[in-house]
């Protein structure tokens, strides 16, 4: 067995000078050319619908793709759980496979594009064919945000690319924007919509009054949920998104447990309404902070203000604000979802590696930032305003409890409205100053078993700027 030495790649530390690099890598490695012209050939994991816009994308610009990598790229197998399932026009049917193993033990695959989803067998093929010197593309956020860092360290080892644009934020190239572009100076946060589906909602639920269930099917209908839309509308799915953001621009490492993630479901368009009145919109944000000696990351519906850029991100748009330390702010924003957008991600980065392959070059990995793991900032910890609604019985001396509440806390008041209801119920709506989370909620517990309250109180944070 022979032995070469790895180097680092990028801005990366998972290839330290003193790793061995495996007699796979080294397999790969005598594969490298000159590559003589022979096409660079792939394996798709999946053709649902990211899948199926690889595949029109690569079909209708492969002369163009062609001449900007120097060879054709080969669709050589697809993979599918049915093969018999109606797919896209671009398909060549004879194709499709239902044994991975048709892609990972052929030897004439050196890009594995996976857009299956899911962890384990998706992770389980993402490692063995990294382990066997391919190149690997994949779409998969909930994958990266738990083994990220492992991954890249075994691209790494191997000396092959591990590439994941169409991760964050669809079409929008956010990664290659931190790895690229933010190599000279550092993300110090950064704030995003990160998931369409729940912004396709809320936008819907906002602009033309549309009930939750029957935008949750549409956004299902156009492409853009998960096979588990939970993972859109309860914020897991932004919040891996985020993860896999913070890795990139913080050295963050997945934390098992204690990061702050809520989504949009049960959100109530009397809220909706009400934080128009206030002059805010309500979106699902994600942000990351480096805080220094702890990193904090959330994902939650917030209030935004009607006239910050975020408010105006609709639909399946999504929008990422990244704040660099010598740069300020930095806006990207585009489409986040669906077939297209997505595929044009995936592509992007099909062609990087392929011409890092026909260039005999170490594949394209992007690293994450060799920082010490560092702690989450506990929720409880987290200073914003907050949007309060309690709905009450009208009845005097109930605001001076609520008031009151909130006093003994310290959290200060900067708007306060009752709305007169029916029933003899009124809703009493609050803007508060910033305070601790930890305040806010301990005044809402103090608050949770009064007689005169007719509901669980509502909280919604508001995210400035
Ligand atoms: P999808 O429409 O459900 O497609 C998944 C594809 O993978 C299907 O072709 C399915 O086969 C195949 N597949 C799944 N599990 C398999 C298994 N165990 N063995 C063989 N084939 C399997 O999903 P998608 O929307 O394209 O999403 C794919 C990935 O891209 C996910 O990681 C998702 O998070 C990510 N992503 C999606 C979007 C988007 O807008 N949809 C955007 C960015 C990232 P069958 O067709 O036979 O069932
Ligand atoms: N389900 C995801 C979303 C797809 O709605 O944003 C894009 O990652």
């Known amino acids: 067995m022979r032995f070469v030495r790895a180097h680092a790649t990028s801005r990366a ?35 649902g619908t990211v899948g199926g816009g690889v595949l029109r994308l ?22 599918v759980r049915d093969a018999d399932k109606p797919r896209v026009d ?15 033990t052929d030897e004439d695959i050196e890009i594995v594009v996976e857009v299956m989803g899911g962890e384990g067998f998706a992770g389980d093929c993402i490692e063995r064919a990294l382990s066997s010197g391919r190149s690997v593309v994949t779409a998969n956020k909930a994958l990266l945000a738990r083994r ?23 079409g929008i190239p956010v990664i290659r924007t931190i790895r690229d572009a933010f190599a000279s100076d550092d993300v110090v946060e950064l704030t995003g919509i990160l998931n369409g589906t729940s912004n396709y909602i809320l936008t819907r639920m906002t602009e033309d009054g549309a009930l939750f269930n029957d935008v949750l099917r549409e956004a299902q209908d156009k492409g853009y949920a998960e096979a588990d839309p939970s993972l859109d509308i309860d914020g897991h799915d932004a919040a891996q998104k985020l993860m896999v953001l913070a890795m990139l621009a913080f050295g963050a490492r997945p934390p098992e447990s204690g990061m ?16 128009g009145q206030f002059g805010y919109v309500v979106k699902h944000v994600a942000v990351g902070k480096d805080r220094g000696a702890s990193v904090e990351l959330r994902a939650h519906a917030a209030l935004v203000k009607k006239s910050s850029v975020f408010a105006n991100v609709s ?21 986040g979802a669906g077939d297209m957008p997505t595929a044009v991600s995936v592509v992007a980065d099909i062609l990087d590696v392929a011409r890092a392959i026909v260039a005999g ?17 506990p929720p409880s910890e987290i200073v914003l305003r907050y949007y309060l609604r309690l709905a009450v019985a009208d009845e005097p001396g109930v605001m001076a409890e609520i008031a009151g509440a909130l006093g003994r806390e310290r959290v200060s ?49 508001i995210e400035e700027g």
Do not use: M, W, Y
């Open 260 to 275: 702050l993630i809520e989504g949009i479901r049960g959100l109530d368009a009397v809220d909706v309404k009400l934080a």
């Open 413 to 461: 008041l900067s708007q306060i409205v009752q709305t007169e209801g029916k029933d003899g119920t009124a809703q009493v709506v609050i803007i508060t100053h910033e305070a601790r989370e930890s305040a806010v909620g301990a005044a809402l517990s103090a608050l949770a078993d009064k007689r005169f309250l007719r509901a669980p109180a509502v909280l919604l944070r």
């Open 58 to 79: 690569l079909t209708k610009n492969a002369a163009e793709f062609r001449r900007r990598v120097g060879v054709p790229i080969e669709v050589r197998r697809v993979l």
């Open 315 to 335: 639909g399946v748009l999504n929008a990422i604000r990244l704040e660099g330390h010598a740069l300020g702010p930095c806006l990207l924003s585009g489409r």
């Open 13 to 47: 530390n998972f290839a330290d000078s003193g790793s061995l690099v495996t007699s796979a890598a080294v397999k790969h490695e005598e594969r490298r050319r000159p590559h003589g012209g022979a096409p660079i050939r792939l394996g798709l994991l999946g053709c």
């Open 148 to 170: 990220g860092p492992t991954l890249l360290e075994l691209a790494g080892t191997n000396r092959v690319g591990l590439a994941f644009e169409a991760a964050v934020g669809g």
């Open 90 to 104: 671009e398909l060549d049917r004879s194709l499709l496979t239902t044994k991975v193993d048709d892609i990972l």
């Open 361 to 377: 070059a170490p594949g394209i990995v992007t690293g994450a930032r060799p920082l010490a793991a560092r702690p989450l900032t």
